[in-house]
Structures are given as structure tokens and as C-alpha cells.
């Protein structure tokens, strides 16, 4: 979660910002969210902003950077971004506040659905892939899958985690951070491992999956070399920093592979560090 508050901004970055909402009245942090170092919802006289601000020297000020070049060409799932400063050494982005909960992944959820037409909704409104400078998933998955098994023409978020999704008025996917252009079936597939770690079998997390069209396109051997890939990324992972959702996602990554007659490799078992 974020380890800097409203209050530990410069006081002229607070006032860049107030010179688009008004006086901030109050700042409530969010709970989740590994990215930024400040994320809050702002009360200002125009209304609550969802600010995210990170220093610029920060390894991952980047993808503050790539999320405001990408927001402009996002359908309006996703939460639009108001305003960008940059000052004192800080970045900080102010997108529309959004309310919402994160969505219930676990078998026989009510959620279930939504999330299933919101990725629909996406592939559809963002293939062909708008014409803004992304990683393309043939560099992404350089050296661990076939270029072509994932190349594509759709904008995909790749970060679907249920702490980027918000349930409400509809469902909104928010923090495009990371973003690729591919395949059109990878958010989906992506979303495979989630629900598998929620509590579904492989094969129930894959008739899920079916309701998606991107996803009934997708090959037999790319789904089956993917669910391989993403076995020995997410134990790479894990190894490299065993918390505990790192180790249940490499175990329902391998859980997917081993369903396909795939296998990376096993995860170990080891003392873990909390979140």
C-alpha cells in the first residue's frame, strides 16, 4: 500500500494541484495499490479527485508516465485523467473519483458476469489498439513464449488483479500502468490465474473464460504455452520475493499449466513474509 500521505507532498506541489481542484478539504488514503507512493481521494471544491503521485526518480514513475499517455484513448471504463503535475521532484495524476468495490472472484459470485462483459467490452472497444506508444506483447514475453502465440492488435491492461476493478455503477478497470499491445485473449487469460488462486478449478475458471469471445478465438497451443509462460513467471516471482499472494499465484498459475499437461516449476515451500 502506499507509505506516503497527502501532508508529505511539498507545499508547492499541494498548491499545483489545488490549482486544479480548488482547496483540499480533506485526503483519504486508499488501502491497496503498490505503484505510487501517495494515492488518495481527494475532497476538493470540485468535487473528489482520485490523485496518485510518486516521485519523478522513482523506478517506477514510468508507468505514471505511461498511464497518462494511454488514458486519453481509454473507453470510459476507465476513470479519466483530469490532470497532470509535475513539480518539486514529484509526479502527480488526478483522474475522476470513482466509487466502487473490488469484485468477488470466488466460485458462484454474483460478480462473475460483470467482469466478464467488462473484459468483453474492452476487447472490443480497444482492438485495433489506438494509436499511443505501447510495449508490444512480442517484447513483453521476450524469450518466454512464441512471438506469434501473442501478438495482436488489441490494448490490453495485463494488471488484472480484483484491486483494479471497481464495482458499482457498472465496472470500471482501473490503473493502466502496464499496458501492451496483443492478443486479445491475454487480459483474459490473465484473469484465469485470478480466479483459480479465488477458489475454481482450472476447468472452471476456463468455462468462465468461454463467455468471452477473444478468449473462444484464442489457440489450443497458445493458451497451452501461456499457461506455461505464466507458471514460470509468477514462480520466478515468487522466489524473488516470496509474500504470500506472489506464492498462491504461482501455485494457481501451475495448477492452470498442469491442467493443459504443462508444468513450471513447483512451487516451494517456504516461510513467507507478510504483505
Do not use: Y
Not at 15 to 27: D, F, K, L, Q
Not at 121 to 137: E, F, K
Not at 224 to 252: I, M, Y
Amino acid at each position: 500500500m502506499p507509505d506516503h500521505q497527502w501532508d508529505d507532498l511539498p507545499t508547492s506541489v499541494r498548491r499545483s494541484i489545488e490549482s486544479h481542484t480548488g482547496p483540499v478539504r480533506a485526503a483519504r488514503s486508499a488501502t491497496t495499490g503498490a505503484t505510487s507512493e501517495i494515492a488518495a481521494t481527494l475532497r476538493a471544491d470540485c468535487g473528489p479527485v482520485f490523485c496518485k503521485a510518486i516521485r519523478t526518480t522513482h523506478p517506477m514513475s514510468r508507468m505514471h508516465r505511461m498511464e497518462a499517455r494511454v488514458n486519453p484513448w481509454l473507453p470510459d471504463t476507465a476513470p479519466r485523467l483530469r490532470w497532470v503535475v509535475e513539480a518539486e521532484g514529484w509526479l502527480a495524476l488526478g483522474f475522476d473519483h470513482v466509487e466502487g468495490r473490488h469484485p468477488d472472484l470466488s466460485p458462484g459470485s454474483d460478480d462473475l458476469p460483470a467482469i466478464a462483459d467488462a473484459l468483453t467490452g474492452l476487447s472490443h472497444a480497444l482492438t485495433p489498439c489506438p494509436p499511443v506508444r505501447v510495449q508490444p506483447a512480442t517484447v513483453r514475453w521476450q524469450g518466454r513464449i512464441a512471438p506469434h502465440l501473442v501478438d495482436g492488435d488489441t490494448l490490453c491492461h495485463t494488471d488484472v488483479t480484483p484491486f483494479n476493478f471497481l464495482v458499482g455503477r457498472g465496472v470500471r478497470l482501473v490503473d493502466w500502468s502496464m499496458p501492451i499491445r496483443g492478443a486479445a485473449w491475454i487480459d483474459t487469460a490473465l484473469m484465469i490465474v485470478r480466479l483459480i488462486r479465488a477458489g475454481h478449478t482450472p476447468a472452471q475458471a476456463e468455462s468462465w473464460a468461454d463467455q468471452i469471445p477473444p478468449w473462444k478465438q484464442a489457440s489450443p497451443e497458445a493458451v497451452e504455452v501461456f499457461a506455461s509462460s505464466l507458471a514460470d513467471l509468477w514462480e520466478q516471482r515468487r522466489r524473488e520475493n516470496p509474500v504470500p499472494h506472489r506464492r498462491q499465484l504461482a501455485e494457481a498459475a501451475h495448477a492452470w499449466a498442469a491442467h493443459h499437461g504443462t508444468q513450471g516449476p513447483r512451487p516451494r515451500p517456504e516461510l513467507t513474509r507478510p504483505l
